[in-house]
């Protein structure tokens, strides 16, 4: 089928699209700088540690605690070496070029399902759409940015068309170190294991094998026998974690917490306030079977997915696929959004393709809908006090959820 243009708008949008981007990297990378960096200080402390063979204290003396795998440390460790402004640095521009690769291989994974024009105005706009938690990313230093391109990286190299072993191997190679860093990624790994018909698939689960081997056994490499200590640690460092219950939890187990446990919920923004919300609708035992199901179903559907395969439509299987990542976890920050970078993209590629199927005033409501509740429901837009209060309602995921279900039940017509 032959995809018409019929407007100037892509064009347009996409120049505007890729000056927003460039200013939401530069902005997010000075906000770095500014508020500090948080979660890049506990990566630096624990590289620092490793860089000088002080590689045991990584779970027990940074700023805040280190919640990765150990090999994670060893991989990024020459960066201390640097004075730690320099690496925020680096870290910045890395973080915003792996931005624009993932944005190329959405492209990439895009191709066929609407005119070019229009594909890459949606990509573009897709990081604007989801510019707050992009920001947030870049504020705190986090590592969800680089694991996205890893995510999405892999699977283009595998669904597409062209042929490439070699760079298979590679990107399933980083797509398992990076799985392995924060665990979030690790069901993809099964692709290739469950997938079929393609000479690819050999060296994806090369790459998948290669990858885990590499990251985890950096610590008996380095530290011997007295590298298995390090997963008790990790292992110990993720249960104590828990259950965070701060209004900066998007996830499903933190809403029912929030207003139906009858437990005081900590709002951040109202100056460490902890504040009652709701009530006791819902007793323990109930919230705890609730979030179990949601968690275990949603889990279910994700291996399902997997097992599924992409036999058609091959985009809009990867943007759900990708999109589910963190569907089931009781832990969602804000910055763990950037995993609906793809899911915006597909949808704002299908607003602006037009000749796939007409978008009515509703539609476009809703996605202006969506924006406001991801970019204008802080503090800055609505006040401390409503701010507080949708932020524990997990205004976040239901934004998610919105465009995922948008995306799936409108499979069937692209």
């Known amino acids: 089928m032959v995809y018409r243009d019929t407007s100037a708008r892509p064009s347009i949008s996409q120049g505007l699209g890729l000056v927003l981007c460039l200013a939401l990297c530069v902005l ?37 605690r280190f919640l990765y795998a150990p090999g994670f440390a060893w991989i990024f460790s020459p960066l201390a070496a640097l004075p730690v402004k320099v690496a925020l640095g680096v870290w910045c521009f890395l973080k915003a070029a792996l931005l624009f690769l993932t944005l190329r291989f959405l492209h990439q994974l895009f ?39 890893t995510c999405v990286w892999a699977l283009a190299t595998l669904l597409r068309d062209e042929k490439g072993n070699a760079i298979v191997l590679v990107s399933w190679t980083i797509l398992a170190i990076s799985a392995w860093t924060k665990l979030m990624p690790l069901p993809l790994l099964l692709l290739p294991w469950v997938s079929r018909g393609s000479e690819k698939l050999k060296y994806a689960r090369i790459g998948s094998i290669s990858g885990s081997i590499l990251i985890l056994v950096l610590p008996f490499v380095f530290e011997g026998v007295d590298g298995a200590h ?122 602006f393709a037009e000749s796939r199927f007409q978008f009515n005033k509703v539609t476009f409501g809703l996605l202006v809908l969506i924006f406001s509740m991801i970019n204008l429901s802080g503090f800055d837009f609505v006040g401390n006090y409503w701010a507080g209060r949708l932020e524990a309602a997990s205004i976040f995921l239901i934004a998610h959820l919105m465009m995922y279900h948008w995306v799936l039940s409108r499979t069937h017509k692209l």
């Open 28 to 64: 997010g990378s000075i906000w770095a700088f500014k508020r500090g960096g948080h979660d890049f200080n506990v990566f630096f402390e624990a590289w620092r540690l490793v860089w000088n063979d002080k590689s045991h204290d990584i779970y027990r003396a940074t700023p805040d």
């Open 230 to 351: 390090f997963y008790s640690q990790w292992r110990q460092a993720l249960i104590d974690r828990g259950l965070p219950m701060e209004s900066h939890n998007q996830s499903f187990a933190a809403v029912l917490h929030h207003y139906l446990s009858g437990q005081l919920t900590h709002i951040i923004s109202q100056g460490s306030q902890w504040v009652p919300l709701g009530g006791k609708l819902l007793e323990p035992k109930t919230l705890q079977f609730l979030i179990l199901s949601w968690s275990f179903a949603w889990l279910g559907v994700l291996v399902g997915w997997i097992l599924g395969g992409p036999i058609h439509k091959k985009a809009q299987w990867s943007v759900l696929m990708i999109a589910l990542l963190i569907i089931p976890s009781h832990l969602v920050w804000k910055p763990y959004f950037i995993f609906g970078i793809p899911l915006a993209a597909f949808v704002l590629m299908s607003f």
């Open 111 to 149: 191709q066929g399902t609407a005119s070019d024009s229009a594909i890459r105005a949606g990509v573009l706009w897709s990081i604007v759409f989801l510019a707050r938690p992009v920001l947030i990313d870049f504020q705190y230093g986090q590592v969800n940015l680089p694991i996205l391109f």
